[in-house]
Antibody, heavy 117, light 110 residues
Framework: EVQLVESGGGLVQPGGSLRLSCAAS????????MHWVRQAPGKGLVWVSR????????SYADSVKGRFTISRDNAKNTLYLQMNSLRAEDTAVYYC??????????WGQGTLVTVSS | QSALTQPRSVSGSPGQSVTISCTGT?????????VSWYQQHPGKAPKLMIY???ERPSGVPDRFSGSKSGNTASLTISGLQVEDEADYYC??????????FGGGTKLTVL
């Protein structure tokens, strides 16, 4: 059974940092491009970032470029998102998703990040 | 990276068909055959329903179909069932290895 389990969310002050993790199992993690997608409370889905299967290339949405860093450890079947200089508008449920450059086959259940003083 | 345009809501009765549109530009929807659709029930993770404009993953009922014309993609659900009531999101490749979602459409099955 495919599983993606996010962790690391929580309450952080504006300007603070947080590192999200996503543990994968049930599929060949190292063969999949991985993404982070977020959803603010009551709002729609927003693509945040992606990383190639071997970790050699990354892309970001303009709203997080320069503040967030996506990475992966294929030996540990784990995806990461380092989030710095957090803002109130970064408050959302963050989903990790596995797939291709163009779509998402597998989704985790999400982890909530709240940026507030 | 502007969001794709979807109707906020659509509705239909059981057994009917509904179509949800997703309008972008020549830089995303119109430029690539990489449109996907996701179903999301309240409090749940999204689920892939359609990829590459019209392909259906295994396990997705053939009541769900996708198409594209110009800068507008569409998801059609035929033979509506109560369990189809959910939010639906389109997503398109937007070049430079970026992706963009639509704002989402709430489907109500009356």
């Amino acid at each position: 059974e495919v599983q993606l389990v996010e962790s690391g969310g929580g309450l952080v002050q504006p300007g603070g940092s947080l590192r999200l993790s996503c543990a994968a199992s049930g599929f060949t993690f190292s063969s999949y491009w991985m993404h982070w997608v977020r959803q603010a409370p009551g709002k729609g889905l927003v693509w945040v970032s992606r990383i190639t299967s071997d970790g050699s290339s990354t892309s970001y949405a303009d709203s997080v470029k320069g503040r967030f860093t996506i990475s992966r450890d294929n030996a540990k079947n784990t995806l990461y998102l380092q989030m710095n200089s957090l803002r109130a508008e970064d408050t959302a449920v963050y989903y990790c998703a596995g797939g291709t450059p163009a779509y998402f086959d597998y989704w985790g259940q999400g982890t909530l990040v709240t940026v507030s003083s | 990276q502007s969001a794709l345009t979807q109707p906020r809501s659509v509705s239909g009765s059981p057994g009917q068909s509904v179509t949800i549109s997703c309008t972008g530009t020549s830089s995303d929807v119109g430029g690539y055959n990489y449109v996907s659709w996701y179903q999301q029930h309240p409090g749940k993770a999204p689920k892939l329903m359609i990829y590459d404009v019209s392909e259906r993953p295994s396990g997705v009922p053939d009541r769900f179909s996708g198409s594209k014309s110009g800068n507008t993609a569409s998801l059609t659900i035929s033979g509506l069932q109560v369990e189809d009531e959910a939010d639906y999101y389109c997503c398109s490749y937007a070049g430079r290895y970026t992706l963009v979602f639509g704002g989402g459409t709430k489907l109500t099955v009356l």
